[in-house]
């Protein structure tokens, strides 16, 4: 039976690998459909018919088809309940997680993917990194990862005791940081620094890596 569930988007995008990394975790089988940003495809047709804003991901799955991919991880964990890792709660536990996903993308991200930007990609595509952006950004994140510790010194993960979308979210930018110099802002935070260990090392992460080199 082929696969429902395409995916368009980029092994190497943090946002391509929240999507995958939820796919994963659901154990659903999906097409994943390669879209070359060096050449500029995701700024053309097929792909902006798919995201009118030109950014990977997208996903169809039959006549649907969704880009955002917070959407989309939230539309693949509603949708199939029953399989895999059970990744959102019920009721007003439901509503923690939200808070925390919320989180996520407000407060963390910003912060976090400037610095990778920096840290990260602009050394890899043999750019200048500019330490004032670095300051500004580590000051940031360090103020958001200050609330991250206490409420980790309350639950193994963010919205509780179990690994939900609001731990998954971080999973992309999180990486990035433990492997540049940034990485002290988490490991001089303990709870911070367990919970990073804990989520980076589940299997279907490392299936999502395990794409960058195939």
């Given at each position: 039976?082929?696969?429902t569930?395409?995916?368009?988007?980029?092994?190497?995008?943090?946002?391509?690998?929240?999507?995958?990394?939820s796919?994963?975790?659901?154990?659903?089988?999906?097409?994943?459909?390669?879209?070359?940003?060096?050449?500029?495809?995701?700024?053309?047709?097929?792909?902006i018919?798919?995201?009118?804003?030109?950014?990977?991901?997208?996903?169809?799955?039959?006549?649907?088809?969704?880009?955002?991919?917070?959407?989309?991880?939230?539309?693949?964990?509603?949708?199939?309940?029953?399989?895999?890792?059970?990744l959102?709660?019920?009721?007003?536990q439901?509503?923690?997680?939200?808070?925390w996903?919320?989180?996520?993308?407000?407060?963390f991200?910003?912060?976090?993917?400037?610095?990778?930007?920096?840290?990260?990609?602009?050394?890899?595509?043999?750019?200048?990194?500019d330490p004032?952006?670095?300051?500004?950004?580590?000051?940031k994140?360090?103020?958001?990862?200050?609330?991250?510790e206490?409420?980790?010194?309350?639950?193994?993960?963010?919205?509780?005791?179990?690994f939900?979308?609001?731990?998954?979210?971080?999973?992309?930018?999180?990486?990035?940081?433990?492997?540049?110099?940034?990485?002290?802002?988490?490991?001089?935070?303990?709870?911070?620094?367990?919970?990073?260990?804990?989520?980076?090392a589940?299997?279907?992460?490392?299936?999502?890596?395990?794409m960058?080199?195939?």
């Open positions: 039976m082929m696969a569930i395409k995916v368009h988007g980029s092994p190497f995008s943090t946002a391509t690998q929240r999507v995958l990394v796919l994963y975790e659901k154990e659903l089988e999906f097409e994943f459909v390669n879209v070359n940003m060096g050449a500029g495809e995701h700024k053309k047709e097929p792909f018919s798919l995201n009118p804003f030109g950014q990977v991901p997208a996903l169809e799955d039959g006549d649907l088809k969704l880009f955002e991919s917070r959407a989309i991880t939230q539309y693949i964990t509603h949708e199939n309940p029953d399989k895999g890792t059970q959102l709660c019920t009721g007003k439901m509503a923690i997680v939200s808070v996903m919320e989180v996520e993308a407000q407060k991200e910003p912060a976090a993917s400037k610095l990778n930007w920096e840290v990260f990609y602009k050394p890899f595509f043999g750019l200048t990194t004032a952006a670095v300051e500004e950004n580590e000051a994140l360090a103020n958001v990862l200050d609330v991250y206490s409420r980790l010194a309350q639950s193994k993960y963010l919205a509780g005791d179990s939900t979308l609001a731990d998954l979210h971080h999973l992309p930018n999180l990486h990035l940081l433990l492997v540049t110099q940034s990485k002290k802002l988490i490991d001089s935070r303990p709870h911070v620094s367990a919970w990073a260990a804990d989520i980076t589940r299997p279907a992460w490392a299936k999502v890596l395990a960058q080199k195939s």
